[in-house]
């Protein structure tokens, strides 16, 4: 039976006392049962007799060092999965720890609240996917049935086969969400290394200004990759709705300063932006990282088809009801087998990309009770429909 994360048993495996402590307080007072053990050797002991759900692993340890203990704990204790802390940042390093097995790896020294929210997303993971297993295991009993069933009636045969059609549809719902969450887990992981060197770089360039202007501008850069880094971690929480703080939105703001941040790409690749705001919607109770995510994904698709030149337009009005937007641009358009594709999670016609933008999409629009749909423009570019209602709105 898989665990919740709330009640995981988690061991900490690190040769300094000091870090063996205060890890182990911190889990604890979270409500983990917590686990220490000095050395490599000590720690697979102690996973042969307790199973832990999580290793929590040093990468500099006298002995068996860390990387050879996370290859150990995969290949002998596979349902035990590893977090990897190291005081080493390079890249090589991280891509080493995560070809071993590790799911995820924090550099020293770490935040108290970073280190929780990366355990509980690995225990997540962890949970989803031994969850997963379960089924698969289910699957395959389900269908030796079947074939037994076979050889005695064709009735039963049917009887059991509805059953297996039902058990493959949870089955597949379970991996996408599996797939999906381990994906975002793995995207924000993967760009948080150059964000960290940005950020680092940025710092060292701020202390030799003198120039306010140019501070200035250091700031704001820190601002965006602060931005960038939040909507990283909405994300991550594929399977149920992250936090979000709702706040008075006005949608032409947020419109403006997504092109804003667009403005240089819109620039490189000669786009013709055209802003038909016929009437100003009044502001909605709305979380504005989420409201921010329809029009940075639907803009960016727009100009991902247009590197060539093109026109983007947006329409903006309201009734009594609701809030319309109107985002059309003159790229290549969506091919008429692709219309009810474009949604699900992971599909694209793009060499590069993750195919998740436009499932983010609808996922927000539905989250505020909202519809979005693709008008059908023959080939000749893109173009969405969206409503929001203006009153009357639930928060879910």
């Known amino acids: 039976m898989v665990k919740t994360p709330e009640k995981s048993t988690i061991l900490v495996v690190d040769d300094e006392t000091v870090n063996l402590d205060l890890i182990s307080i911190l889990l604890r007072n979270r409500g983990f049962r917590a686990l220490a053990a000095s050395s490599a050797i000590e720690a697979l002991s102690i996973i042969e007799a307790e199973k832990p759900d ?9 002995g068996m060092d860390g990387l050879s203990a996370l290859r150990e704990i995969r290949r002998r204790y596979p349902d035990t999965y590893v977090i990897m802390f190291t005081g080493k940042g390079s890249e090589e390093i991280a891509v080493e720890l ?10 020293k020294p770490f ?18 996917e031994l969850k997963n297993r379960e089924l698969l295991r289910e699957r395959e009993r389900l269908l030796r049935e079947i074939e037994e069933w076979n050889r005695e009636l064709e009735a039963r045969v049917q009887e059991k086969t509805l059953e297996l059609k039902k058990a493959q549809a949870e089955i597949i719902q379970s991996e996408k969400l599996s797939t999906l969450g381990f994906f975002s887990a793995g995207m924000a992981h993967e760009i948080r290394n150059p964000l960290n060197s940005i950020s680092l770089f940025v710092q060292l360039i701020k202390s030799g200004l003198n120039d306010p202007e140019k501070v200035e501008y250091t700031e704001k850069i820190m601002m965006e990759i602060s931005r960038i880094d939040g909507i990283l971690r909405k994300l991550l929480d594929a399977v149920k709705r992250p936090k979000f703080e709702i706040k008075e939105v006005l949608i032409d703001k947020i419109i403006d300063n997504t092109l804003g941040f667009l403005k240089s790409r819109i620039e490189m ?3 013709l932006v055209t802003r038909d705001f016929r009437r100003i ?14 029009f940075s994904n639907l803009f960016v698709n727009s100009i991902d088809e247009m590197h060539e030149g093109g026109s983007l337009s947006i329409l903006l009005d309201h009734n009594d009801k609701d809030i319309v937007i109107k985002i059309s641009d003159t790229g290549k358009g969506i091919p008429q087998e692709n ?17 998740l933008g436009l499932s983010v999409v609808l996922r927000v629009v539905k ?5 979005i749909e ?23």
Request: glycine share 8%; proline share 7%; aromatic share 8%.
């Open 281 to 294: 919607p009044p502001p909605i109770a709305a979380d504005p990282l989420e409201i921010e995510q329809i």
């Open 339 to 355: 219309l009810n594709k474009v949604f699900d999670p992971f599909f694209t016609t793009k060499k590069t990309g993750t195919g």
């Open 374 to 396: 693709i008008e059908d423009t023959d080939g000749k570019g893109a173009s969405f429909n969206i409503s929001l209602p203006l009153t009357g709105l639930t928060i879910l």
């Open 54 to 62: 999580l290793a929590i692993v040093d990468y500099m340890m006298p």
């Open 98 to 107: 995560m070809k071993a097995g590790a799911s995820d790896y924090i550099l």
């Open 111 to 128: 935040v108290n609240k970073d280190l929780i929210e990366r355990v509980q997303k690995v225990l997540l993971i962890r949970q989803v």
């Open 269 to 271: 690749h000669k786009i």
């Open 367 to 371: 989250t505020y009770n909202g519809k």
